[in-house]
C-alpha cells in the first residue's frame, strides 16, 4: 500500500507532490489530501528548503518555508480533512507545537498524519485517488 506511488520518476514526483501544490494548489483549503500526497509534499519541502540553504548559508532556505508557509498550512488543512477532522486543528496543532512540554503533542499529529483518509466521501468531499 505505501510503496506503490502514483508518481514513478524523480522529475515526476516533485512536480507531481510539490510544484503543483506551490503553484496551483498554494492556497486551496478545500477537499482532502491523501496521505502519500502529503508526506511526500514535506520530503520535497524539507529537500528545497535544506538545499537553498546550504547554496545561500541559510538565507535563500529562510525565504522558502516563508514562501511555502501557506501552502503547507493549506495541505494540512486537507490532510486533517481527509481524516474527517475540521481543517483548522492544524493551527492549533502547530500553536500547541511551540509550547514547551506541549509539544509532545507533536507525536499524537505525526500519528493522526499517517493514518488512512475515510475511504468513502466524508464532510469534507470525495476521497483523493
Known amino acids: 500500500d505505501l510503496l506503490i506511488m502514483k508518481h514513478k520518476t524523480l522529475k515526476g514526483s516533485f512536480y507531481g507532490y510539490f ?6 494548489q498554494y492556497s486551496d483549503f ?6 502519500e500526497d502529503y508526506w511526500m509534499f514535506l520530503v520535497w519541502f524539507w529537500i528545497v528548503v ?3 540553504s546550504i547554496v545561500s548559508f541559510g538565507i535563500l532556505g529562510m525565504v522558502a518555508a516563508i514562501a511555502f508557509f501557506i501552502p503547507g498550512l493549506a495541505i494540512g488543512f486537507r490532510r486533517f480533512q481527509d481524516l474527517n477532522w475540521p481543517g483548522w486543528w492544524i493551527i492549533v496543532f502547530n500553536v500547541l507545537a ?3 512540554l506541549v509539544n509532545l503533542s507533536v507525536f499524537y499529529w505525526i500519528y493522526l498524519f ?7 466521501a466524508n464532510d469534507y468531499g470525495k476521497p483523493v485517488l
Do not use: F, L
Not at 30 to 35: A, Y
Not at 114 to 120: I, S, V
Open 98 to 100: 511551540m509550547i514547551p
Open 30 to 35: 478545500q477537499g482532502r489530501c491523501s496521505r
Open 19 to 24: 510544484w503543483n501544490v506551490i503553484t496551483e
Open 50 to 52: 535544506i538545499i537553498a
Open 114 to 120: 499517517c493514518q488512512k483518509g475515510d475511504e468513502g
